[in-house]
C-alpha cells in the first residue's frame, strides 16, 4: 500500500470536506436555487468533458502524477477564484463550474488509476476509513465554528483555508507509470460486454445522479430550516455527520458482511423514500433519514461495481463509468434546475433511488 498515496488522499478530502459541502450554499445565499443549480449542471457536464481529455492524454504520456497534479492545481485556483469574487461568485458561474469541473475530473481519473494499481487495496480501505471517521468529526466543526463567528464571511476564510491545506497534496502523492491506450469506441462498448458491469453501473448512476443534486440541496434546506442561523445550522450538520458516521462503522463495519448486501442496499432505500415522503412536514426527519441510509447505499453498490471490472481493461471501465455517473448527474440536474422549492426538487427525484435499488436487487438474484 502507498502511503503517501493514503497520507495525499486524507489530506484532500479533509481540504475539501471545510468547503465542498458548502459550494451550493453559498450560490445560493449569494444568488438563488436557479443558480445553485445551474452550476451543479455545468460542473457535471465539465466533469464529463475532462475524462475524456484525460484519458486521451494518459493514453499519450505515461505519467498519470501530472492528470492528478493538474488537478489538485485547479481545485486550488477554484477555491481562490471564488474566495476573489465573494458574493459576484454566481455572475461567474459558467466558468467556475467549468474550472471545477475539470478539477474533478483530472483528479479523480488520477486517483482511480493511482488506487487500482495499489497493493493490499482493503488495507487501503480500512484505514482510510479511520481517516475519515476524523474528517467527518472535524470539518463541519471547523466550518461551523467559522461561519458562526464570521458570517457569510467564513466562506472567504474556508475557501482560503481548503486551497493552503490541496498544496500540501501536490507533494506528497507518488507517480505510477502506466501503459494504456484510448479505445474510446471500447469504453463505450464494456458495458454491452459484461452484463454484471451493466447492471451495477446502471444502478450507481442513477444513485449518483441522485446523490449528487440531492447532496447539493440537503445543505440549503437545512439552512432554510434554520432561516439562516449558522450556529443552529452548523450543530446540526455535526449531528447528520455522527449519524453518518455511526452508519458506517456499524452497519457497513459490524454487519455488512452478515446480511447480503442487496438486502440492506433495497430496504435503506426504501426507508429514505418514506422519510422524503414527508419532507414537507418533517424536514429534519428527512435529513436524519438520509444521513444514515445514504452511506448504505452508492458505497456497497460502488464495491460492487469496482469488482466488475476488467484489469486488462481499465481505461476503458474509467472513461464508461464516468459517462454513465455524469449523464445521470446532467439529466438530474436539468430536472430540477427549473424546481422553484427545494424540498420538491427532493421529492421528484424520489424514482431515481427506488429504480437504482431494483436494477441492484435484480441483479443480485440473477447471479
Do not use: C
Amino acid at each position: 500500500m502507498r502511503k503517501n498515496f493514503l497520507i495525499s488522499s486524507w489530506l484532500f478530502g479533509f481540504g475539501n470536506s471545510i468547503s465542498s459541502p458548502l459550494i451550493s450554499l453559498y450560490i445560493y445565499v449569494t444568488s438563488s436555487t436557479f443558480y445553485a443549480l445551474k452550476f451543479i449542471l455545468f460542473n457535471s457536464f465539465f466533469i464529463l468533458m475532462s475524462y475524456f481529455i484525460a484519458g486521451y492524454i494518459l493514453s499519450i504520456k505515461t505519467k498519470v502524477l501530472s492528470l492528478y497534479k493538474i488537478g489538485i492545481a485547479l481545485y486550488i485556483i477554484f477555491y481562490l477564484l471564488l474566495a476573489l469574487l465573494n458574493v459576484n461568485s454566481y455572475k461567474l458561474v459558467d466558468l467556475i463550474s467549468v474550472i471545477y469541473g475539470f478539477a474533478q475530473g483530472f483528479y479523480w481519473f488520477g486517483w482511480d488509476v493511482i488506487f487500482y494499481n495499489t497493493p493490499r487495496k482493503m488495507e487501503f480501505f480500512n484505514k482510510s476509513s479511520y481517516l475519515s471517521y476524523l474528517t467527518t468529526l472535524l470539518a463541519p466543526a471547523i466550518y461551523g465554528i467559522i461561519l458562526s463567528i464570521f458570517h457569510n464571511s467564513g466562506y472567504i476564510i474556508l475557501f482560503t483555508l481548503s486551497s493552503l491545506i490541496l498544496l500540501t497534496v501536490i507533494l506528497l502523492v507518488e507517480d505510477v507509470k502506466v501503459n494504456v491506450e484510448l479505445d474510446l469506441k471500447k469504453s463505450f462498448l464494456v458495458i454491452i460486454e459484461n452484463k454484471n458491469y451493466k447492471y451495477t453501473m446502471i444502478a450507481l448512476a442513477l444513485i449518483a445522479g441522485y446523490n449528487y443534486v440531492v447532496g447539493n440541496l440537503n445543505p440549503i434546506l437545512m439552512y432554510k430550516i434554520f432561516s439562516g442561523n449558522y450556529t443552529f445550522f452548523s450543530i446540526m450538520n455535526y449531528i447528520l455527520g455522527l449519524i453518518s458516521l455511526l452508519s458506517v462503522y456499524f452497519i457497513r463495519g459490524k454487519i455488512i458482511n452478515k446480511v447480503k448486501h442487496y438486502y440492506i442496499v433495497f430496504l435503506s432505500s426504501i426507508l429514505l423514500v418514506a422519510a422524503t415522503l414527508f419532507i414537507l412536514l418533517y424536514p429534519l426527519v428527512y435529513l436524519v433519514f438520509y444521513s444514515f441510509f445514504s452511506p448504505l447505499i452508492y458505497p456497497i453498490i460502488d464495491v460492487h461495481n469496482w469488482n466488475n471490472i476488467e484489469r486488462n481493461l481499465l481505461l476503458p471501465y474509467l472513461i464508461n463509468r464516468q459517462i454513465f455517473l455524469n449523464a445521470s448527474r446532467i439529466l438530474t440536474s436539468l430536472i430540477d434546475i427549473y424546481v422553484i422549492n427545494v424540498d420538491i426538487g427532493i421529492i421528484v427525484l424520489i424514482p431515481l433511488l427506488i429504480t437504482a435499488s431494483v436494477v441492484f436487487y435484480s441483479w443480485r438474484m440473477k447471479v
